[in-house]
Every structure is written in structure tokens, then in C-alpha cells.
């Protein structure tokens, strides 16, 4: 019997070294340089991520925008430049901006909404909120069925909602609780302490503390959420975010001042200047960190296989089982295949 020789395997385009000992014993397959391919792919077509801010009127959500688009994450893209004064916000209004770093290119775009909670009847205020998120949901459904759609859908979906709680140091309010208790549903929700700079530093991981307490006595599931964890890395870390980071303590500007030769965004006060990305100061660059540089992926297949697929499901089930669209009921379709949470769209 003649011995198994493996045959010779084409060299990869992109070398890399055999990570197992079967594979070692097997001969080079090349499955590993699937991380590279992808990062090809990525390079090539760019990718979309949305954030909305969400919260009482001034609470510093608009300024917010501002600050996350002047900081580091947009300093590369040299067309920001928005100095006039912050307008009272009156309409949910996208800004999108393309960033590219290392060759890749991410098109951020984030959703200003007007605050709520100024009203006398505040009943059902979270419902335009709601309608936006649906709407995003409904166009990239429509793609989907669509015959002839597009080999890469634009999307607009929200897959991350910053929920502005009011920092008074109480209890949150009643329609705090029922807004995420809605949105939760529908959204990756990340509550975050406003204007982190008007509370001590015991008054603020108190108040922390206390935010985190109430929304597990109400029920309310924030994003990461426990039940979606995958294995016990997740796990491990992602409840450390939970019981020790969130809500993030936020402090937000737009106006630059100099410290130590440095030019840095920061509020200016009679007792110095608050330095928004300085970890010392307030919670800014934790919170950009974690949604931008280790939970985007995440964020955008949650809000895919999780929130857009409910949308789907009860689109579908309550057209019966036809495609949405008045025009289309009657028509013969093609069946909606589930599409995987794009990676590398
Ligand atoms: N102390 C403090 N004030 C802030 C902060 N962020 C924004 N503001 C101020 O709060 C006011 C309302 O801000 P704005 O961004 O329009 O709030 P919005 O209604 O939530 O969009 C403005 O005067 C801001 O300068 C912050 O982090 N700390
Ligand atoms: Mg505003």
C-alpha cells in the first residue's frame, strides 16, 4: 500500500502560518486567510453604522454629536468644521460623515432627534422615535424582496440608540423607564449620564449605581444584552460593562482650548477646564471606545439578526407570508431569504 501523501496545495496570495497541529499534519488548507479576504472586502466597499441620540431636551445630545465628530474619531476627515452655535433641535435630522482610517472607510452617521418630555401630555412621546427606527427597518426589508436588489444594501438601520438620562442624582423618571422600555424592543439602547461634569465624583458612581439598579427592577434590557453573550469571553466581559461601566458618564463640547501646548475639546469653568477625552475627567472616550472600537461589529449583527429580524418575521407573518408592499400582495414572489449580518458588505 503506497503511503497518503497530501497533495501539493496552491500557495495563498497571503501567506500565513498553520495554526493547529492537524492542520499542521494535513498540509496548509488556508481557511485562516478568510480574515484577510474580508478585510479586503471591507477595504473595498466600506461599511455603515448608525448612532441616534436619544433624551430630554437639553441635555447636551446635539453637543454630543458635535463633540464625537470633532474628536479623535473624526479628526482624520478634514470637512468637519460646524463652529456656529448648536440650534434647538426641532426635527430628527441625520449627519453623516465619511471616515476612513488604515484605507477603510466607515460612513458614521449620526441621528439628532428632538428632545421630548416638554409637553404637557407626554403619553406615547417615544412613538416618532419608534416610527424612524421601523422606517429604516421597512426600506432595507423592501430592498431585500425587491428582484432585481442591490448586491449591497445601503443601511440605514440604527444600531446604536444613546439613551440621555438627566443627571439629578434621584430616581430616573417614570418616562425615562417607559421610553427604553419601548425602545429596548426595537433598538440596541446604551444609556449614558448627561452632563457627567455637574455631580461629584461620589454623587456620579452613585447615581451610576442606582440607574443600573432601577433598570434591572424594571425589566429593561440595555445593550449588551445578557441573553445574547456567546460564549464565556463574552460573558466575562461584557459584564464588567454592565455592572461596573454603564450608564457611561458623559460630558460633552464642541470648543477647543489649549492645555499644556495641547489643543483639546473641553469645557471651560472657574475651576479649569473640563477635558472632554481625558479619561480622568468624564467617561467620553470609554464610551466611543466601546462602541466604536470593540462593540461595532456587535452592535450591527444585533441589530441584524436580532431587532431587524423581528421587524421581518412580523412584517412577513402579518402580510401573510408575502413580501410588504399594498402592490405587491397577489403578485408571485420569490421567497425572502434570511440575508447573514453583512461583514464585509
Ligand atoms: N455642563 C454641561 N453642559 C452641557 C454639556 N453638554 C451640553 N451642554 C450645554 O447644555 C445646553 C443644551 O445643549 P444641547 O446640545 O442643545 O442639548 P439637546 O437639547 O439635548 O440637544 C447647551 O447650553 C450646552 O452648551 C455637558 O456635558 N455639560
Ligand atoms: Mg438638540
Not at 3 to 24: D, G, T, Y
Not at 277 to 285: G, I, K, P, T
Request: charged fraction near 30%; hydrophobic fraction near 35%.
Amino acid at each position: 500500500m503506497s503511503e497518503l501523501v497530501p497533495e501539493p496545495r496552491p500557495k495563498p496570495a497571503v501567506p500565513m502560518k498553520p495554526v493547529s497541529i492537524n492542520s499542521n499534519l494535513l498540509g496548509y488548507i488556508g481557511i485562516d486567510t478568510i480574515i484577510e479576504q474580508m478585510r479586503k472586502k471591507t477595504m473595498k466597499t466600506g461599511f455603515d453604522f448608525n448612532i441616534m441620540v436619544v433624551g430630554q431636551s437639553g441635555l447636551g445630545k446635539s453637543t454630543l454629536v458635535n463633540t464625537l465628530f470633532k474628536s479623535q474619531v473624526s479628526r482624520k476627515a478634514s470637512s468637519w468644521n460646524r463652529e456656529e452655535k448648536i440650534p434647538k433641535t426641532v426635527e430628527i435630522k441625520a449627519i453623516g460623515h465619511v471616515i476612513e482610517e488604515g484605507g477603510v472607510k466607515m460612513k458614521l452617521t449620526v441621528i439628532d432627534t428632538p428632545g421630548f418630555g416638554d409637553q404637557i401630555n407626554n403619553e406615547n412621546c417615544w412613538e416618532p422615535i419608534e416610527k424612524y427606527i421601523n422606517e429604516q427597518y421597512e426600506k432595507f426589508l423592501k430592498e431585500e424582496v425587491n428582484i432585481a436588489r442591490k448586491k449591497r444594501i445601503p443601511d440605514t438601520r440604527v444600531h446604536c440608540c444613546l439613551y440621555f438620562i438627566s443627571p439629578t442624582g434621584h430616581s430616573l423618571r417614570p418616562l425615562d423607564l417607559e421610553f427604553m422600555k419601548h425602545l429596548s424592543k426595537v433598538v440596541n439602547i446604551i444609556p449614558v449620564i448627561a452632563k457627567a461634569d455637574t455631580m461629584t465624583l461620589e454623587e456620579k458612581s452613585e447615581f451610576k449605581q442606582r440607574v443600573r439598579k432601577e433598570l434591572e427592577v424594571n425589566g429593561i434590557e440595555f445593550y449588551p444584552q445578557k441573553e445574547f453573550d456567546e460564549d464565556l469571553e463574552d460573558k466575562t466581559e461584557n459584564d464588567k460593562i454592565r455592572q461596573e461601566s454603564m450608564p457611561f458618564a458623559v460630558v460633552g463640547s464642541d470648543k477647543e482650548y489649549q492645555v499644556n501646548g495641547k489643543r483639546v475639546l473641553g469645557r471651560k469653568t472657574p475651576w479649569g477646564i473640563i477635558e472632554v477625552e481625558n479619561l480622568n475627567h468624564c467617561e467620553f472616550a470609554l464610551l466611543r471606545d466601546f462602541v466604536i472600537r470593540t462593540h461595532l461589529q456587535d452592535l450591527k449583527e444585533v441589530t441584524h439578526n436580532i431587532h431587524y429580524e423581528t421587524y421581518r418575521a412580523k412584517r412577513l407573518n402579518d402580510n401573510g407570508g408575502l413580501p410588504p408592499g399594498e402592490g405587491l400582495l397577489g403578485t408571485v414572489l420569490p421567497p425572502v431569504p434570511a440575508t447573514p449580518c453583512p461583514t464585509a458588505e
